[in-house]
């Protein structure tokens, strides 16, 4: 009779369950009218006076500790049907994952573009997003009353014209100068405002990576060279690019950059329209009245300057065809991007 007690206490304390209608099984096996423990409870009676000391402390024992531990059961049961994972100390359960965040493919896209020009010596610079119209437009070559300012349509703060959203980061060559002398060679990234009505290729705020390169004997050459690398580095080592002649204020010449399609590798889609070439950017060499409203040298000193949508190089990176979706935080949509996750 002390192997059967011993075994049936072994059993209770082995015994797992994982729903409640286990334990409930399990309590009609053992306690039950015709329960294992019943049973024994009835052979009890029938044994010799002089053991009965012993086993029936024993017995009662088992009983105790089988009534406890079923109660146990059902509670840890419940808890883990309401999340409480811990009430059941399976130590191999794997564990749960927090879930990360993951970063914005506009921080990736802005990052990459920030270390391929730091391979090139680029150090970043920053400015403020509220403007003078000093910084954004005079500086840079627009005077008053010029039709280049309407190039960019301005958010203006009503009480004072003179402050402005920046629409650009050209803003930012014209600080650095100010206060750095050359060589110079910055790269100027920063959220940017313009008075647009929003649609899948357009926003009132978007994202801007501006670069400055300032020394002796700086050529076109050396700026040509420098976006070729960067359009490598950027889109793969076949891409070409081209340059075509443009206008804007602050540099002159100008020119329009644009990179071989890497979709269809220069031979015509929808996405080039046809053209096999993108358009990622505009450049120039630094008009000398730049140069020279900032208290630079022009006669010392040249240099280039070139300006990107960030938003643009990331849609065409990505394959990303509505410019909204980089404003909506979905993060479905967000966390397709972020490699390191
Ligand atoms: N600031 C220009 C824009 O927002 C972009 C740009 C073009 C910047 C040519 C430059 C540049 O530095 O040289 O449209």
Redesign the pocket.
Known sequence: MIEKINNLLKRVEEFKPNVTTEVEEFRIKILGKKGELTQLMDEFKTIAPELKRELGQKINELKNFTQNRINEMKEEVEAAKQGNESAIDDMTRPGSNDKLGSRHPISIVKNEIIEIFARLGYTVADGPEIEDDWHVFSALNFPPEHPARD??DTFFVEKNPDILLR????SI?VRTMETQKPPIRVICPGR?FRNEAISYRAHCIFH?I???YIDENVSFADMKQSILYFAKECFGDASKIRLRPSY?P??EP?AEVDVSCNLCNGKGCNVCKGTGWLEI????MVDPNVLEASGIDSKKYSG????MGVERIAMLKFGVKDLRLYFENDVRFLQQFDSSL
């Open positions: 190039m960019q629409t650009h980061t050209s060559q940017v801007q501006e670069g400055l804007f602050f540099t100008s950017m505009g450049c120039g280039f300057a070139f300006g």
